[in-house]
C-alpha cells in the first residue's frame, strides 16, 4: 500500500434511501455504441459479426431515491442543451405521478456544470448536489440502475440494430416501472412502491 493510501484512506460509501418520493433524484449518462447488423449476442457467433460503425447514442436516466421510479431517454448526445432538455422533461414526468422534485443528484460533468444546467435548476428551487470527483459510487442509485438497464435491455435482449433497441426502451421501462420486483422495495415495482408512499405521506 501507497504511503498517500496509509495516509488518506479513502471514505467509506455510505448506503441510504430517502424516505419519501421527490426529496432526491439521480441524473447520470450511459453511452452505448450503435449497431446496423445483429451482433454475437444475437448470432452466439464472432465469425461474421464484424459491425460496421452505427454511431454513439446517449441513454440519459433519471431514478428517484426513495422508490427507484425510473425516467430514461436515448438522446444524440450529452451536451448542455441536450442535457438541460432531458432535466426539464424528467421533473415533467415525475410531477405527472405525483412527484415534485426538490433535489437533483449528479456526478461533475461539463454539461451538468454548465451555467444552463445551473439555470433551469434555480428557477424551479430545485437544489444541485455534486458526487464526489471520481466517485461515482456516490451516484450509486443511478449506477445500478444502469447496470440493470444495460443487463436486462440493451445487452439482455436480442435486438437486431441499435434502432430496434432503442425502440424497446419504451416497453421495458414501462415493466421495469410497474412489474418489475425490487428486493429494496420488498420485492415490490417501484410504481407500486410510489403508490403506497404517496398515501401515507399525504
Known amino acids: 500500500m501507497g504511503l498517500l493510501a496509509r495516509l488518506d484512506p479513502p471514505e467509506p460509501v455510505r448506503r441510504y434511501q430517502r424516505d419519501r418520493p421527490r426529496e432526491l433524484i439521480h441524473l447520470d449518462i450511459k453511452k452505448l455504441g450503435g449497431f446496423d447488423q445483429p451482433g454475437h449476442r444475437v448470432t452466439r457467433t464472432r465469425v461474421g459479426c464484424r459491425n460496421r460503425s452505427a454511431g454513439w447514442d446517449f441513454v440519459h436516466v433519471a ?105 424497446d426502451l419504451t416497453r421495458w421501462l414501462d415493466w421495469f416501472n410497474r412489474s418489475r420486483p425490487h428486493s429494496a422495495l420488498n420485492g415490490l415495482s417501484p410504481l407500486t412502491w410510489v403508490n403506497n408512499l404517496m398515501r401515507y405521506h399525504n
Do not use: C
Not at 448526445?77 to 421533473?91: I, P, S
Not at 436486462?152 to 425502440?167: D, P, V
Open 63 to 167: 431514478v428517484d431515491d426513495a422508490t427507484r421510479l425510473a425516467y430514461v431517454e436515448v438522446l444524440e448526445n450529452e451536451r448542455k442543451n441536450t442535457t438541460t432538455g432531458f432535466l426539464l422533461r424528467a421533473l415533467r414526468w415525475f410531477r405527472a405521478r405525483g412527484i415534485r422534485v426538490e433535489r437533483v443528484m449528479t456526478d461533475n460533468g461539463s454539461a451538468y456544470r454548465s451555467r444552463r444546467f445551473a439555470k433551469a435548476l434555480r428557477l424551479l428551487a430545485i437544489r444541485h448536489i455534486f458526487t464526489r470527483p471520481y466517485t461515482p459510487k456516490t451516484n450509486g442509485k443511478a449506477e445500478r440502475f444502469i447496470q440493470t438497464l444495460l443487463r436486462e435491455w440493451a445487452y439482455g435482449l436480442a435486438h437486431q440494430t441499435s434502432a430496434a433497441r432503442n425502440a
